[in-house]
């Protein structure tokens, strides 16, 4: 299949998509394409962050006196008058850095989940799968994220999650950090991926959903309590 097939497979018929991938594992013309919408998604919406950043900064005194005059002016000079190269690397290098490393860290959570029920699949097969389920949440999840990035000229409790239903929750609440875990590409893109763990591990639909919505489960509670611990720092 060629990439624009694929791309309209992962979207519109997952489950015939998967099939022919868990065959034949074509991945880096994929890849390309997602590191291409992370890389130009984080490069948009950093004079956003920046702004945002400043904001919370200001407004914490707590974290003011923790972090001590010198060097809380220090960042802030840095974040007024932010160089090229700084954005680049904060909003650009590192963004992208990070995703590659937390497609690979999927890949084999998954397959090591996988082996519990199966001895069918190899990695490549699942990073395959896992590359491509990408489409839904970096491509698609991430234009209309930044749109509405955009529109509310900030990038703070701006969710395709289900954070939205709580507007005036404040966005280190725990109310907050519970809810954006809900996010609706990201539910849409595990869905898929079910699809594509079933066929990697020549197993029932429902055993392929199961592993994917397991992980799904596992790094949202990671996440939660990554985001109490950064809740904790900056109070």
């Known amino acids: 299949m060629s990439l624009i097939e694929r791309f309209a497979g992962v979207f519109f018929s997952p489950q015939a998509a998967f ?3 868990s065959e034949n594992r074509v991945w880096v013309d994929a890849l390309v394409v997602v590191l291409i919408c992370v890389a130009v998604y984080g490069y948009l919406v950093a004079p956003f962050i920046n702004q945002d950043t400043l904001k919370a900064y200001r407004e914490n005194i707590k974290f003011q006196e923790r972090l001590g005059k010198e060097r809380y002016e220090r960042m802030m000079k840095g974040l007024e008058n932010p160089t090229t190269a700084g954005i680049l690397v904060r909003n650009v290098a590192l963004p992208l850095v ?14 090591i989940i996988g082996r519990t029920i199966s001895t069918e699949g190899t990695f490549a097969l699942v990073f395959t799968a896992v590359v491509h389920a990408s489409f839904i949440d970096k491509v698609l999840g991430a234009a209309v994220r930044l749109i509405l990035v955009f529109m509310r000229k900030s990038v703070v409790q701006t969710s395709t999650s289900l954070a939205l239903l709580a507007p005036n929750v404040e966005f280190t609440s725990p109310a907050y950090i519970i809810l954006s875990q809900f996010d609706f590409f990201q539910l849409w893109m595990f869905g898929v ?21 397991g992980f799904w489960a596992v790094k949202s509670l990671v996440y939660i309590a ?8 900056m109070g």
């Not at 490393?101 to 397959?111: A, D, E, H, P």
């Not at 991926?193 to 919505?213: E, H, N, P, Q, T």
């Not at 990554?226 to 720092?233: A, S």
């Open 193 to 213: 991926l079910g699809y594509g763990l079933a066929a990697i591990f020549k197993v029932s639909l429902r055993k392929g959903m199961l592993i994917s919505y």
């Open 98 to 111: 990070f995703f590659f490393i937390g497609l690979l860290v999927t890949g084999l959570i998954i397959l």
């Open 226 to 233: 990554l985001g109490f611990l950064t809740r904790t720092l």
């Open 19 to 21: 099939r022919k991938l």
